[in-house]
């Protein structure tokens, strides 16, 4: 079993920024990608971005694409969500996701772990 715990959310003015952060423990030996997704109530939860083990292959959502960078820190076992220039619509429950395979995943089914979410909000 894999746990991963996000943190680093919170409530920030549109413009602002905030890093998350999502720390993996227990089976955390061999190759895993990592993805971050956000979801609204009563809405799909949405890929964000994603990393490959490697951290040779990214991927963004177009909403975010420019002002949102995912990096890892394998040693650490820590993936990384910088997000800059923060917009209202950005504000949701953002979770963190594990799968046992090097390359990336697009959408939820994809991914073997998850987080218990952190809370983004920002104002207007």
């Known amino acids: 079993q894999v746990q991963l715990v996000e943190s680093g959310g919170g409530l920030v003015q549109a413009g602002g920024s905030l890093r998350l952060s999502c720390a993996a423990s227990?089976?955390?030996?061999?190759?895993?990608?990592m993805g971050w997704f956000r979801q609204d109530p009563g809405k799909e939860r949405d890929i964000v971005a994603a990393?490959?083990?490697?951290?040779?292959?990214?991927y963004y959502a177009d909403s975010v694409l420019g002002r949102f960078t995912i990096s890892r820190d394998n040693a650490k076992n820590t993936v990384y969500l910088q997000m800059n220039s923060l917009k209202p619509e950005d504000t949701a429950v953002y979770y963190c996701?594990?799968?046992?395979?090097?390359?990336?995943?697009?959408?939820?089914?994809?991914?073997?772990?998850w987080g218990q979410g952190t809370q983004v909000t920002v104002s207007s």
């Open positions: 996701a594990a799968r046992f395979v090097s390359g990336i995943a697009y959408s939820q089914g994809g991914y073997d772990y």
């Open positions: 227990g089976r955390t030996g061999g190759s895993y990608a």
């Open positions: 990393i490959s083990w490697s951290g040779d292959s990214t």
